[in-house]
């Protein structure tokens, strides 16, 4: 994902219960007796550019001990 990104590529990890179907295995080409699938990559341009979401300061997610 991270090299995708680095090429301009926008990506997206999914894990959606429908890709797994016995169908949708076929389809893509995979033997189902021997592979299965754990998630999916999607890969292709992104419609526009998004943003950088707000972050909050380093203070309030970490402490110190």
Known sequence: LLGATAAGIASYWSTTAAL??????????????????????WLGHAADEPGIPPRRPVSERSRWL
């Open 20 to 41: 797994m179907h016995p169908e949708a295995l076929r389809w893509c080409g995979a033997n189902i007796e021997r592979e299965a699938a754990i998630g999916w990559i």
